[in-house]
């Protein structure tokens, strides 16, 4: 009986390890990324303090148990803010993820399925879209619409549409000439059967992959457009913004700069660290590499 329950530890690690062993860099940005969808998660329904709260009489102070990353310039509480700068920053980089997938990966297969004018046509337009910054698709946004997290949203999911193109189109020109997409067109399959039932299924690991990495674009993006005061206006908290208010204070309270900088930092590796593990374990030619 002892045997057997000294045993059963050692076969439970043996999936963990084996991941661990096969794909570090994917462990390590789940952890990271995990942790902040969980920060992004608490911070929907709670906050140590209000991130909008002005304390007077507290500006500026150090960290300390009360305030855990001290507070700014208004005696708003720095962590509370960041806590609130996260769940922004995700749902803006997700959503502009979501509007290049939606957008880009049917291109992509339209462009591989479509040789010809059609897919020329395609890709050239997602040159054109790739060559237009989106810092200048945001600026002509702001301008028409006014600043707003949609308006930066759209504008870095439009720039970021031709990424999903070029991957999904790619991943799919040898899918589409193997010997069994050959068999379904034999048998009589439709062109848009053949996307759904072979293609996509297929290409899905490269989408998925790309996914995270443009993540990690997104975090960038947003934090930028933010900072550059063309994303979410004040006073709502942002990554961006935290920043661009800690720079008249950097000889006063230099962390002020450093905690949204680390936390800009820290997603941008951990998106970045979990796409290239991921690449490790769904790409097919890397699958036998342990």
């Known amino acids: 009986m002892s045997v057997e329950l000294g045993l059963r530890p050692a076969a439970a690690r043996g999936p963990v390890r084996r991941l661990v062993s096969r794909s570090p860099s994917a462990v390590f940005g789940g952890l990271v990324v995990g942790g902040i969808l969980l920060v992004a ?43 609130s700068g996260t769940d922004l920053t995700l749902l803006s980089s997700v959503g502009a993820v979501l509007i290049a997938g939606l957008v880009g990966v049917p291109a992509g297969l339209l462009a591989a399925s479509r040789r010809g004018a059609v897919g020329e046509t395609i890709m050239r337009l997602a040159d054109l879209v790739y060559s237009f910054p989106a810092l200048l698709a945001a600026i002509t946004l702001v301008a028409a619409f006014g600043a707003s997290t949609v308006t930066a949203t759209v504008a870095i999911g439009v720039a970021s549409i031709p990424s999903f193109a070029r991957v999904t189109r790619s991943a799919a020109l040898p899918v589409l000439a193997s010997e069994y997409v050959q068999a379904a067109r034999a048998y009589g ?18 989408i998925i992959v790309q996914v995270s990495l443009l ?39 230099p962390l002020l700069a450093v905690w949204p900088g680390l936390a800009i930092a820290l997603s941008v590796l951990g998106f970045n660290a979990l796409g290239d593990g991921l690449r490790d374990l769904l790409d097919p030619t890397l699958r036998g590499r342990s």
């Open 215 to 253: 993540l990690s674009v997104t975090v960038l993006a947003v934090a930028a457009l933010s900072y550059l005061g063309l994303g979410t206006p004040p006073p709502t908290a942002t990554w961006g913004g935290m920043l661009e208010n800690a720079q008249s204070y950097l000889y006063q309270d």
């Open 41 to 83: 998660m608490v911070a929907t329904f709670w906050t140590p303090y209000g991130p909008l709260t002005i304390s007077t009489g507290k500006e500026l102070l150090p960290p300390s148990a009360a305030h855990l990353m001290g507070t700014d310039e208004y005696g708003r509480d720095v962590f509370s803010r960041l806590m």
């Open 189 to 206: 399959r439709s062109p848009l059967a053949i996307l759904r039932r072979h293609v996509l299924p297929n290409v899905a690991p490269f």
